[in-house]
C-alpha cells in the first residue's frame, strides 16, 4: 500500500508544480484588467466622476499594449508635478 502511494508522490509533485505555473500565467494576463479597475475606482474615488471611471467611455476596455508604457509615463509625470 505504501509502494503505492509512493509511487505517485512524483507525479502529484509534477500536477501541482503544472497548477502553480498556470496559476502565476493567469494571474500575469489579468494583471491589466485589475490595474484598470483599480485606477477607474481611484479616479472615482478623486472626484473624476463615472464618465471618466467608465472603461466604455474613454477608449476600448482593454488599453493597446503600447499603451501601458504610455500610461506609465503619464502617471510619473503627474507625480512629479505633485511633488
Known amino acids: 500500500m505504501l ?3 509512493a509511487a ?3 507525479p502529484a509533485i509534477v ?3 503544472f497548477l502553480i505555473g498556470a496559476w502565476a500565467v493567469i494571474r500575469r494576463e489579468l494583471a491589466p484588467k485589475r490595474r484598470q479597475r483599480a485606477n477607474a475606482r481611484r479616479q ?3 472626484g473624476g466622476g463615472p464618465a471618466a471611471a467608465s472603461p ?3 477608449g476600448p476596455a482593454v488599453p493597446a ?6 500610461e506609465r509615463e503619464q ?3 503627474e507625480e ?3 511633488s
Open 44 to 46: 472615482l474615488a478623486a
Open 3 to 5: 509502494q503505492d502511494l
Open 65 to 70: 499594449a503600447d499603451a501601458e508604457p504610455a
Open 8 to 10: 505517485l508522490a512524483a
Open 80 to 82: 512629479q508635478r505633485r
Open 75 to 77: 502617471a510619473d509625470a
Open 15 to 17: 500536477c501541482v508544480a
Open 56 to 58: 466604455g467611455a474613454g
